[in-house]
C-alpha cells in the first residue's frame, strides 16, 4: 500500500509564503488525483486545492484562490501547495490526498474528504499577525 509524506510546514508571519511537498511511495500515485485539505482545531477538515494527474486542471477553495498554488510532478511523484501571502486564518495541519478519480467540472464547488482514498500524516503550518 502506497504512502503519503508531507513536509514544508512551519511558522511564518503573515503576509509570508511556505511551499509544502508531498511525496509518494509508489509510481501508482501518479496516475491518481492529488488534493490538499486542512483541518484547524475544533474544526472540520475543509477542502484546499487539488489537480488531476497528468496535465491535469487545478481546482482551488474559494478561500486560497489568487493566493496558494498546487502543482505536481509526476517524474518525482510529488505535489506542491505553493501558499503565498499568508493569513492567520490559514493556521491549520495540512494534509496530502490521493484519489483514483478524476476530479471532473466544478469540483471546487463539491470537493470532500470522502473523495480519497490515501492521507498523508498531516504537517503543521502556523501564520502569526
Known amino acids: 500500500q502506497g504512502q503519503l509524506v508531507e513536509s514544508g510546514g512551519g511558522l511564518v508571519q503573515a503576509g509570508g509564503s511556505l511551499r509544502l511537498s508531498c511525496a509518494a511511495s509508489t509510481r501508482t500515485f501518479s496516475t491518481y488525483a492529488m488534493g490538499w485539505f486542512r483541518q484547524a482545531p475544533g474544526k472540520e477538515r475543509e477542502f484546499v486545492a487539488a489537480v488531476n494527474w497528468g496535465v491535469g486542471s487545478a481546482y482551488y477553495a474559494d478561500s486560497v484562490k489568487g493566493r496558494f498554488t498546487i502543482s505536481r510532478d509526476n517524474a518525482k511523484i510529488t505535489v506542491y501547495l505553493q501558499m503565498n501571502s499568508l493569513k492567520p486564518e490559514d493556521t491549520a495541519v495540512y494534509y496530502c490526498?490521493?484519489?483514483?478519480?478524476?476530479?471532473?467540472?466544478?469540483?471546487?464547488?463539491?470537493?470532500?474528504?470522502?473523495?480519497?482514498?490515501?492521507w498523508g500524516q498531516g504537517t503543521q503550518v502556523t501564520v502569526v499577525s
Open positions: 490526498a490521493a484519489t483514483g478519480k478524476y476530479l471532473g467540472s466544478d469540483y471546487s464547488s463539491r470537493a470532500s474528504p470522502y473523495d480519497y482514498d490515501y
